[in-house]
Nanobody, 125 residues
Framework: QVQLVESGGRSVQPGGSLRLTCKVS????????VGWFRRSQGNEREYVAR????????FIADSLQGRFTISKDSPNNVAYLQMDGLKFEGTAVYYC??????????????????WGEGARVTVSS
């Protein structure tokens, strides 16, 4: 049984930083691509970042370039989303997901096979 559990979400002030963790069980994270998405209230789910199966090919959404970083720790079967310079619009529930059949993941949520329950991030002064 594959499970993904996000953690690290909390309230942070604008300009602050957070690192979200995605703990994967039931499959080896080294064999899949990992993606992060987010959904803010009243909006569609939005692609944030992804990292390839190889563990070093990464892609970040254009609007988040330079502030967000994605990585994964295969021996510990976890993935991370480092978020710096958070803005008010960063308030959302953040989800991690794994794509079994796509070596570099995808920007499209339909290409991901397993999802976590999400971690809430609130950016507020």
């Amino acid at each position: 049984q594959v499970q993904l559990v996000e953690s690290g979400g909390r309230s942070v002030q604008p300009g602050g930083s957070l690192r979200l963790t995605c703990k994967v069980s039931g499959l080896a994270i080294s064999t899949v691509a990992v993606g992060w998405f987010r959904r803010s209230q009243g909006n569609e789910r939005e692609y944030v970042a992804r990292i390839g199966r190889n563990g070093y090919t990464t892609f970040i959404a254009d609007s988040l370039q330079g502030r967000f970083t994605i990585s994964k720790d295969s021996p510990n079967n976890v993935a991370y989303l480092q978020m710096d310079g958070l803005k008010f619009e960063g308030t959302a529930v953040y989800y991690c997901a794994v794509a079994v059949g796509r070596p570099y993941g995808s920007m499209d949520a339909v290409d991901y096979n397993y999802w976590g329950e999400g971690a809430r991030v609130t950016v507020s002064s």
